[in-house]
């Protein structure tokens, strides 16, 4: 499975493979205190790193060892 990630260096979408990837989660308390948790995907591609958010649901999918 290829995950779809924007090159912002190149200005183009590139493609991955899911083999290629590493699960990332970002989580902050917010300023009012509630506890907030952003889900990401990160990757390397010809010197160039990458992320892209995403849903829980196919964060939890995916098969990829934790950054």
């Known amino acids: ?19 290629q990837v590493q699960k990332v989660k970002y989580e902050r308390t917010t300023k009012s205190g509630s506890h907030q948790v952003r889900y ?12 892209k958010f995403v849903s829980k649901d196919m964060w939890d999918s995916l098969d990829a060892p934790m950054a």
């Not at 290829?2 to 590139?14: G, L, P």
């Not at 990401?40 to 992320?51: E, P, Y």
Request: zero cysteines; a positive charge; charged letters at 35%.
């Open 1 to 19: 499975m290829d995950i779809e990630f924007y090159d912002v260096k190149n200005r183009k979408k590139v493609k991955v493979s899911s083999s």
């Open 40 to 51: 990401a995907v990160k990757a390397m591609l010809d010197g160039v790193k990458l992320t």
